[in-house]
């Protein structure tokens, strides 16, 4: 399922202009972005609140397929622009780490 099929099946709202819309292997949920980069697979989508440009660095170093901000967290301009810059999705939601886990799972295991 590419990002924006998730994007679609979830409500989830992706808020970059420009991204690769590349199939999602997995998701995984961290705000420690150490963890992230030790343990994300290649791919994945990034659940997390840390709305922030280093964010959009570790996706971009592991090849992530976009990162999704949790808690309705503003996302800066500075970030999204280093997201599009890129290929990465940035993705907003109101929902926690928790319901957009439950969330992404259900959608790419069906």
């Known amino acids: ?18 991204y690769n819309d590349i199939e999602v292997a997995n998701g995984y ?8 980069m030790g343990f994300a697979e290649e791919e994945s989508l990034l659940i997390t609140i840390q709305a922030h440009k280093n964010t959009v660095a570790v996706a971009s170093q592991l090849d992530l397929a976009g990162i999704i901000i ?28 928790f319901v957009t886990s439950y969330k992404i799972h259900s959608a790419l295991r069906g």
């Open 1 to 18: 399922m590419k990002v924006s099929e998730v994007s679609a099946k979830t409500g989830i709202e992706i808020v970059t202009e420009s």
């Open 29 to 36: 949920t961290s705000d420690l972005l150490s963890d992230v």
């Open 70 to 97: 949790c808690n309705g967290r503003k996302i800066p301009d500075d970030m999204k622009q280093a997201a599009e810059q890129n290929g990465i999705a940035i993705m907003r939601t109101d929902e926690n780490q």
